[in-house]
């Protein structure tokens, strides 16, 4: 699997994101995924919100969070909330990067994918093609941020190892290997979290199927049947 990080221009709130990808991208090789950071999505959809002055900034950041989340618990550092099934801190509204502004999360990075991954096929007459919208976030007990998928297009998000062998012929019965945030993990790696003005990455080789239409909720699993149930218990009784 090869990542190509592509350096670009500052990308602009309003601007067409198409066109952007365009000058960006000359070609895309057959059977490839483009990756495509949330932040100009969500610029390109106008999802941000500017302040004059810093207590209104934090009053209006606080109602927004709320207001993008399924669930918001304040914790010391930030709010922990769940948003479209994922566990994230402030419901993706984020300062980083955003030139004074807040920028929230892509209004539905799913369908966002799908349309990009539509334009991109029929202009560079491609048969096999895979977008993915990335973002951040941590996990529980560990330093620093890795990729996650936001939504992804052309590819399935979900290999199923269950009820198949392993080398010694053990059925399994839970493995199944997350494609699409492995994918979003390794080029949000290559692209950069800080001034490297990577927004977008060509991946190739990737060890992914190639699909036309998706389950937008293969990743998605109940709480209530997640490994960290027992610490996220007191939460989902407040939920």
């Keep these: 699997m090869k990542i190509t990080p592509i350096k670009t221009r500052i990308f602009r ?3 067409n ?12 090789p057959e059977s490839s995924i483009l990756v495509v950071t ?10 941000v919100a500017e ?23 304040k914790t010391k550092y930030v709010w922990l ?3 479209d099934g994922m566990v994230m801190a402030n419901a993706g509204v984020d300062e980083s990067n955003a030139d004074g502004k807040i920028i929230l999360l892509p209004k539905d990075s799913f369908q966002s994918a799908d349309l990009i991954r539509k334009k991109l096929k029929k202009i560079f007459k491609l048969k096999k093609l895979g977008v993915l919208i990335t973002d951040s976030r941590v996990f529980p007990l560990r330093a620093g941020t890795v990729g996650v998928a936001l939504g992804y297009a052309g590819f399935k998000g979900v290999r199923d190892y269950r009820d198949t062998p392993d080398i010694f012929g ?8 997350d494609v699409a945030d492995s994918l979003a993990t390794s080029a949000v790696l290559s692209m950069g979290e800080g001034k490297e003005q990577q927004p977008l ?5 990737a060890p992914a199927l190639f699909v036309d239409k998706i389950d ?18 007191s939460i989902l009784k407040k939920w």
């Design 81 to 83: 909330t769940i948003k």
């Design 170 to 177: 053990r059925i399994l019965k839970m493995s199944r290997t």
């Design 216 to 233: 937008k909720k293969e990743l998605l699993i109940d709480p209530k049947e997640d490994l960290y149930l027992p610490i996220f218990r």
């Design 51 to 73: 302040f004059k002055n810093t207590k209104e900034k934090i009053r209006q950041k606080i109602r927004l969070i709320k207001k993008e989340s399924d669930f918001a618990l």
């Design 201 to 205: 990455a060509l991946i190739s080789d």
């Design 13 to 15: 709130e309003d601007e």
């Design 17 to 28: 994101l198409l066109e952007f990808i365009l000058q960006n991208v000359k070609r895309i």
């Design 38 to 47: 949330s932040k100009i999505v969500a610029l390109s959809e106008g999802r």
